[in-house]
Protein backbone atom coordinates (compact mmCIF):
# COMPACT_ATOMS: atom_id res chain seq x y z
CA UNK A 1 0.00 0.00 0.00
CA UNK A 2 1.16 3.54 -0.68
CA UNK A 3 0.92 6.58 0.83
CA UNK A 4 -2.03 8.48 -1.47
CA UNK A 5 -3.58 5.07 -0.44
CA UNK A 6 -2.94 4.90 3.25
CA UNK A 7 -3.70 8.81 3.45
CA UNK A 8 -7.06 8.63 1.35
CA UNK A 9 -8.43 4.95 4.10
CA UNK A 10 -7.76 7.72 7.03
CA UNK A 11 -9.69 10.88 5.34
CA UNK A 12 -12.56 8.52 3.86
CA UNK A 13 -13.15 6.70 7.59
CA UNK A 14 -11.79 9.86 9.19
CA UNK A 15 -9.63 7.84 11.57
CA UNK A 16 -5.98 6.70 11.98
CA UNK A 17 -6.65 3.52 14.49
CA UNK A 18 -4.68 0.50 13.86
CA UNK A 19 -6.07 -2.32 16.04
CA UNK A 20 -2.90 -4.63 17.83
CA UNK A 21 -3.75 -8.46 17.44
CA UNK A 22 -1.61 -9.12 20.57
CA UNK A 23 -3.45 -12.44 20.37
CA UNK A 24 -3.08 -13.83 24.30
CA UNK A 25 -4.11 -18.04 23.94
CA UNK A 26 -4.10 -17.78 27.60
CA UNK A 27 -6.66 -14.64 27.60
CA UNK A 28 -8.88 -15.96 25.33
CA UNK A 29 -12.92 -15.74 26.34
CA UNK A 30 -13.87 -19.08 27.58
CA UNK A 31 -16.02 -20.62 25.68
CA UNK A 32 -12.79 -20.25 22.77
CA UNK A 33 -9.98 -21.49 25.23
CA UNK A 34 -8.98 -24.58 24.46
CA UNK A 35 -10.43 -24.78 20.87
CA UNK A 36 -7.95 -26.07 18.19
CA UNK A 37 -8.97 -23.12 16.13
CA UNK A 38 -9.92 -20.45 19.47
CA UNK A 39 -7.33 -17.76 18.52
CA UNK A 40 -7.83 -17.64 14.64
CA UNK A 41 -11.53 -17.75 15.59
CA UNK A 42 -10.88 -14.61 17.78
CA UNK A 43 -8.91 -12.72 15.11
CA UNK A 44 -11.09 -13.09 12.47
CA UNK A 45 -14.14 -11.89 14.86
CA UNK A 46 -12.26 -8.88 16.17
CA UNK A 47 -11.42 -7.75 12.44
CA UNK A 48 -15.23 -8.51 11.54
CA UNK A 49 -15.93 -5.87 14.45
CA UNK A 50 -13.19 -3.61 13.98
CA UNK A 51 -12.74 -3.08 10.29
CA UNK A 52 -15.49 -0.16 9.92
CA UNK A 53 -13.60 1.95 12.54
CA UNK A 54 -9.89 1.54 11.71
CA UNK A 55 -6.88 1.93 8.75
CA UNK A 56 -4.47 -0.59 10.30
CA UNK A 57 -4.06 -3.76 11.74
CA UNK A 58 -0.43 -4.48 13.63
CA UNK A 59 -0.28 -8.69 14.34
CA UNK A 60 2.32 -8.81 16.52
CA UNK A 61 4.45 -11.84 15.67
CA UNK A 62 5.97 -13.05 19.10
CA UNK A 63 2.10 -14.09 19.84
CA UNK A 64 2.15 -16.33 17.61
CA UNK A 65 6.12 -17.44 17.42
CA UNK A 66 5.56 -18.91 20.89
CA UNK A 67 3.08 -21.73 19.69
CA UNK A 68 5.21 -23.14 16.76
CA UNK A 69 4.20 -24.32 13.23
CA UNK A 70 0.76 -23.56 14.04
CA UNK A 71 1.33 -20.40 14.98
CA UNK A 72 2.70 -19.95 12.02
CA UNK A 73 -0.54 -20.89 10.54
CA UNK A 74 -2.42 -18.62 12.27
CA UNK A 75 -0.44 -15.70 11.58
CA UNK A 76 -1.16 -16.18 7.70
CA UNK A 77 -4.92 -17.19 8.45
CA UNK A 78 -5.21 -14.08 10.42
CA UNK A 79 -3.58 -12.02 7.56
CA UNK A 80 -5.48 -13.26 5.16
CA UNK A 81 -8.43 -12.22 6.60
CA UNK A 82 -7.78 -8.55 6.79
CA UNK A 83 -9.18 -6.25 4.20
CA UNK A 84 -6.78 -5.54 1.22
CA UNK A 85 -8.00 -1.94 1.89
CA UNK A 86 -6.40 -2.00 5.85
CA UNK A 87 -2.77 -1.46 6.38
CA UNK A 88 -1.46 -4.46 8.00
CA UNK A 89 2.00 -4.49 10.18
CA UNK A 90 4.03 -7.20 11.06
CA UNK A 91 5.37 -5.98 14.21
CA UNK A 92 8.63 -8.54 14.01
CA UNK A 93 11.00 -5.96 15.22
CA UNK A 94 13.54 -7.74 12.43
CA UNK A 95 16.89 -6.61 11.85
CA UNK A 96 20.31 -8.52 11.18
CA UNK A 97 23.45 -7.83 8.98
CA UNK A 98 22.37 -7.21 5.70
CA UNK A 99 21.47 -11.15 3.86
CA UNK A 100 19.97 -11.95 7.06
CA UNK A 101 17.85 -8.54 6.91
CA UNK A 102 17.00 -9.67 2.96
CA UNK A 103 15.22 -13.03 3.94
CA UNK A 104 13.22 -11.23 6.77
CA UNK A 105 12.32 -8.67 4.19
CA UNK A 106 11.31 -11.62 1.49
CA UNK A 107 9.48 -13.85 4.38
CA UNK A 108 7.29 -10.29 5.39
CA UNK A 109 6.67 -8.53 2.07
CA UNK A 110 5.98 -11.61 -0.33
CA UNK A 111 5.70 -15.21 1.31
CA UNK A 112 3.22 -13.13 3.83
CA UNK A 113 2.84 -10.24 1.95
CA UNK A 114 2.67 -7.48 4.64
CA UNK A 115 2.75 -3.75 3.84
CA UNK A 116 4.91 -3.05 6.84
CA UNK A 117 7.64 -4.62 9.27
CA UNK A 118 8.81 -3.21 12.03
CA UNK A 119 13.03 -3.30 12.30
CA UNK A 120 15.33 -2.58 14.97
CA UNK A 121 18.44 -0.01 13.42
CA UNK A 122 20.87 -0.55 15.83
CA UNK A 123 22.73 -2.55 13.41
CA UNK A 124 22.97 0.41 10.79
CA UNK A 125 22.21 0.87 7.77
CA UNK A 126 23.06 -2.00 5.95
CA UNK A 127 20.41 -3.70 8.33
CA UNK A 128 17.72 -1.51 7.68
CA UNK A 129 18.26 -0.72 3.65
CA UNK A 130 16.78 -4.92 2.48
CA UNK A 131 13.84 -3.43 3.78
CA UNK A 132 13.33 0.01 1.74
CA UNK A 133 14.07 -2.32 -1.57
CA UNK A 134 10.11 -3.32 -2.15
CA UNK A 135 7.91 -0.77 -3.85
CA UNK A 136 4.69 -0.26 -1.94
CA UNK A 137 6.23 -1.67 1.31
CA UNK A 138 6.81 0.08 4.42
CA UNK A 139 9.85 -0.30 7.19
CA UNK A 140 8.80 1.06 10.42
CA UNK A 141 11.90 1.90 12.28
CA UNK A 142 12.29 1.53 16.85
CA UNK A 143 12.37 5.56 17.24
CA UNK A 144 11.70 6.23 21.13
CA UNK A 145 9.59 3.92 22.75
CA UNK A 146 7.49 4.09 25.74
CA UNK A 147 8.97 1.01 27.79
CA UNK A 148 11.39 1.74 30.94
CA UNK A 149 14.50 0.60 29.05
CA UNK A 150 14.10 3.46 26.94
CA UNK A 151 16.31 5.20 29.14
CA UNK A 152 19.18 2.80 28.73
CA UNK A 153 19.82 4.30 25.20
CA UNK A 154 17.11 6.19 23.26
CA UNK A 155 17.20 8.89 26.08
CA UNK A 156 21.14 8.63 26.65
CA UNK A 157 23.03 11.44 25.04
CA UNK A 158 24.98 10.72 21.53
CA UNK A 159 27.13 13.62 21.64
CA UNK A 160 24.82 16.91 21.13
CA UNK A 161 21.99 15.05 20.79
CA UNK A 162 20.12 12.12 22.09
CA UNK A 163 20.43 8.70 20.77
CA UNK A 164 17.20 8.44 19.58
CA UNK A 165 17.09 12.22 18.03
CA UNK A 166 20.06 10.82 16.02
CA UNK A 167 18.52 7.96 15.04
CA UNK A 168 15.47 9.68 13.71
CA UNK A 169 17.80 12.34 11.95
CA UNK A 170 19.90 9.40 10.41
CA UNK A 171 17.23 6.77 9.67
CA UNK A 172 15.67 9.51 7.79
CA UNK A 173 17.97 10.04 5.47
CA UNK A 174 17.57 5.86 4.04
CA UNK A 175 14.63 6.31 2.61
CA UNK A 176 11.61 8.94 2.11
CA UNK A 177 8.05 9.42 3.80
CA UNK A 178 6.41 7.29 1.13
CA UNK A 179 8.35 4.04 2.58
CA UNK A 180 9.52 4.47 6.29
CA UNK A 181 7.74 5.58 9.04
CA UNK A 182 8.72 5.61 12.97
CA UNK A 183 7.57 3.93 16.22
CA UNK A 184 7.21 6.53 18.69
CA UNK A 185 5.41 5.75 22.00
CA UNK A 186 2.16 7.19 23.44
CA UNK A 187 3.42 7.72 26.82
CA UNK A 188 6.44 10.23 25.47
CA UNK A 189 4.29 12.58 24.42
CA UNK A 190 6.47 15.44 25.84
CA UNK A 191 8.71 14.47 22.90
CA UNK A 192 6.15 14.80 20.05
CA UNK A 193 6.78 18.27 19.16
CA UNK A 194 10.91 17.43 19.02
CA UNK A 195 10.00 14.66 17.21
CA UNK A 196 7.80 16.42 14.48
CA UNK A 197 10.81 18.95 14.09
CA UNK A 198 13.23 15.98 12.75
CA UNK A 199 10.71 14.46 10.84
CA UNK A 200 7.97 16.87 10.27
CA UNK A 201 6.89 14.33 7.06
CA UNK A 202 7.03 10.79 8.21
CA UNK A 203 3.77 8.89 9.53
CA UNK A 204 4.36 7.91 13.34
CA UNK A 205 3.07 4.47 14.48
CA UNK A 206 2.27 4.94 18.29
CA UNK A 207 1.55 2.52 20.55
CA UNK A 208 0.46 2.71 24.18
CA UNK A 209 -2.81 3.94 23.72
CA UNK A 210 -5.49 2.94 26.29
CA UNK A 211 -4.30 0.11 28.23
CA UNK A 212 -0.07 2.13 28.55
CA UNK A 213 -2.09 4.80 29.43
CA UNK A 214 -1.25 7.27 26.40
CA UNK A 215 -3.16 9.92 25.68
CA UNK A 216 -4.60 10.65 22.15
CA UNK A 217 -5.74 14.03 22.70
CA UNK A 218 -2.10 14.73 23.13
CA UNK A 219 -0.36 12.98 20.51
CA UNK A 220 -3.09 14.51 18.36
CA UNK A 221 -2.48 18.00 19.27
CA UNK A 222 1.24 17.80 18.81
CA UNK A 223 1.78 15.23 16.13
CA UNK A 224 -0.73 15.27 13.54
CA UNK A 225 0.46 16.71 10.29
CA UNK A 226 -1.37 17.73 7.04
CA UNK A 227 -2.19 13.62 6.38
CA UNK A 228 -2.46 13.12 9.72
CA UNK A 229 0.50 11.13 10.05
CA UNK A 230 -0.34 9.09 12.71
CA UNK A 231 -1.22 5.28 13.29
CA UNK A 232 -2.27 4.90 16.59
CA UNK A 233 -2.25 1.64 18.04
CA UNK A 234 -4.60 0.52 20.65
CA UNK A 235 -4.72 -3.49 21.47
CA UNK A 236 -5.64 -4.99 25.02
CA UNK A 237 -7.96 -2.18 25.15
CA UNK A 238 -10.06 -3.22 21.93
CA UNK A 239 -9.23 -7.52 22.12
CA UNK A 240 -9.78 -7.63 25.57
CA UNK A 241 -12.76 -5.23 26.22
CA UNK A 242 -15.08 -7.67 27.05
CA UNK A 243 -13.99 -11.31 28.59
CA UNK A 244 -16.92 -13.31 27.77
CA UNK A 245 -18.64 -14.08 24.23
CA UNK A 246 -19.84 -10.79 23.89
CA UNK A 247 -16.11 -9.96 22.81
CA UNK A 248 -16.24 -8.97 19.58
CA UNK A 249 -19.45 -6.55 20.24
CA UNK A 250 -17.34 -4.82 23.23
CA UNK A 251 -14.04 -4.33 20.84
CA UNK A 252 -16.58 -2.36 18.19
CA UNK A 253 -17.82 -0.33 20.64
CA UNK A 254 -13.98 0.85 21.77
CA UNK A 255 -12.82 1.17 18.31
CA UNK A 256 -15.90 3.49 17.12
CA UNK A 257 -14.99 5.44 20.25
CA UNK A 258 -11.32 6.05 19.35
CA UNK A 259 -12.61 6.47 15.43
CA UNK A 260 -15.35 9.24 16.76
CA UNK A 261 -13.01 11.06 18.57
CA UNK A 262 -10.01 11.02 15.80
CA UNK A 263 -12.73 11.88 14.00
CA UNK A 264 -12.96 15.22 15.72
CA UNK A 265 -8.79 15.64 15.56
CA UNK A 266 -8.92 15.29 11.52
CA UNK A 267 -11.88 17.61 11.07
CA UNK A 268 -9.92 20.46 12.56
Not at 118 to 126: H, K, L, R, W
Not at 143 to 159: C, I, M, V, Y
Not at 210 to 228: H, T, W
Amino acid sequence: MNRQALVGEIRRKQSFLCVGLDTDPGKLPAHLKGKKDGVLEFNRCIIDATKAYCVAYKINTAFYEAMGSKGWEIMEATLDHIPDEHFAIADAKRGDIGNTSHQYARAFFKTLSFDAITVAPYMGADSVMPFLEYENKWTIVLGLTSNPGAHDFELQRAGEELLYEKVLRTVSGWGNPGNLMFVIGATRGEEFENVRKLIPEHFLLVPGVGAQGGSLQEIASRAMNSDAGLLVNASRAILFADSGENFAKAAETVAQQYQSEMAAFLLH
